[in-house]
């Protein structure tokens, strides 16, 4: 058996992986309750609190299971950073941290680093917290998946794989390190940093963290992107994938000759990917919570009436049901930035296209859906997108909502298949840790 954990912004996931039997596989996941009162624009998470939900999930499996278990991956949250010294621990900054341009900070970090930094990358949380003084009192730094390893084999540093090193904004692909000149100019000290290494890497062997035994070999942890990809893929270099969930991505693995071919295009992220590989990537901020929106705008506008809302389930498939009868071009287009972009955090969504006679709900429903799909697919040059053959589609907004489907497979002009996989990132994780076992002498 090879154990997989994942992480997650809101939940923690734990698979047992059999690589004889996969359909035997067991997973386990609970929304963890790490999120901390923080003010407004900051997003942090207790830290002891995500690893007492990993305890929790594995006391789910029996004794004797977990005797079985031959290697563990470890995957969860990219972007984000924590940080420690000699006595204490911060809290995990995650990626829906804004505080750098809530502050006015961002494009100052932007200018002088001259990266692309976005909120919620750890080079971006360095560098504010470098900037406002907080960041002297702190030693170390590290992913919550690399806290979490350290945790697992009782070691007090771990390194970075190029996933999450790529994930902070201040790693340099062609070096595989980090970023020194960016670093010199954002002041952040390189030794406060995990050192990066290759994918793969062993960081160690479980040692007293109960229930697993000791003597398990820990590997370097995976991105979630790129661990949720390891995990439902079929045919990785000729699918699309593309998750809808709270947020959204598409991502297309692209060989080293892909990569080197493939033209730049504002709005796609090249990440890094095991086996020489890079991941061409999407992501916007709003996916299905941008679906969500609709339906609380219309509860909203119920209330404000005096009439009784729907309920939130009923409601949503409700409008499903809507966007897929609405005309097929009403004119209407919706840009769901409700929450800004990375790269531009202060853009905001807009509906034009108004007339006076199209703006139904039905038509406004299926222009959302539209414009969802649009914000993923759009970027993405086309001649990436040649050589593909299916969708590989997860997360539960793309599962629920058939407008949402359909405009996929119309958009993409490719078949979409709904990948049943529980769990995808730590079924991912525990199947690259299977690899990385494979791999070693």
Not at 117 to 127: I, R, S, V
Not at 173 to 201: D, K
Not at 315 to 338: K, N, T
Request: glycine fraction near 10%; charged fraction near 20%.
């Amino acid at each position: 058996m090879i154990l997989g954990i994942d992480l997650g912004t809101t939940k923690t996931a734990a698979v047992l992986y059999d690589p004889a039997t996969p359909a035997e596989s067991r997973a386990e996941s609970a929304v963890h309750h790490a999120a901390l009162p923080a003010a407004p624009g900051r997003a942090e998470q207790d830290m002891e609190t995500l690893v007492e939900s990993v305890r929790k999930l594995l006391n789910r499996f029996s004794v004797a299971k977990l005797a079985g278990v031959e290697a563990v991956g470890l995957t969860g949250q990219m972007h984000s950073i924590l940080l420690r010294n000699e006595t204490e621990c911060s809290p995990v900054i995650t990626w829906q941290d804004r505080r750098a341009s809530e502050a006015g900070e961002l494009k100052l970090l932007q200018t002088a680093s001259g990266l692309p930094l976005a909120d919620g990358f750890g080079g971006t949380t360095l560098g504010f917290l470098r900037r406002s003084g907080e960041l002297a009192r702190w030693r170390h730094a590290a992913t919550p998946a690399g806290f979490l390893a350290m945790r697992l084999t009782g070691k007090s540093r771990a390194g970075i794989d190029p996933s999450f090193a790529a994930s902070w904004g201040i790693y340099d692909r062609t070096s595989s390190g980090w970023n020194r000149a960016a670093l010199a100019a954002l002041g952040i000290p390189e030794q406060l940093l995990p050192a990066p290494c290759p994918f793969g890497t062993l960081v160690g062997r479980t040692a007293g963290f109960a229930p697993l035994p000791d003597g398990i070999p820990v590997f370097t942890p995976l991105g979630d992107n790129q661990a949720s990809i390891a995990g439902s893929s079929e045919d990785p270099e000729r699918e699309v994938f593309v998750t809808i969930g709270t947020g959204a991505q598409l991502s297309i693995v692209l060989t080293a000759a892909e990569a080197a071919a493939a033209p730049a295009a504002p709005g796609v992220e090249l990440r890094p990917y095991p086996g020489n590989r890079l991941l061409a990537v999407t992501a916007p901020l709003c996916g299905g919570r941008a679906w969500s929106w609709l339906g609380k705008s219309v509860n909203g506008f119920l209330s404000a009436l005096g009439l009784p809302p729907f309920p939130e389930n009923e409601l949503l498939d409700r409008l499903d049901v809507l966007a897929s009868e609405a005309a097929p071009e009403s004119g209407i287009r919706v840009a769901p930035s409700f929450l800004g972009e990375r790269s531009t955090p202060e853009r905001r969504g807009s509906i034009g296209g108004i007339t006076l006679d199209n703006f139904t709900l039905p038509n406004l429903a299926a222009a959302l859906a539209d414009g969802i799909v649009r914000q993923l697919a759009e970027p993405m040059p086309p001649e990436l997108l040649r050589s593909r053959r299916r969708i590989a589609g997860s997360g539960n907004a793309l599962r629920l909502c058939a407008s949402l489907r359909a405009r996929l497979e119309e958009q993409l002009e490719l078949p979409l298949e709904i990948r049943e996989t529980n769990e995808e990132a730590a079924a991912g994780a525990a199947k690259y840790a299977h690899s990385c076992l494979k791999s070693k002498p």
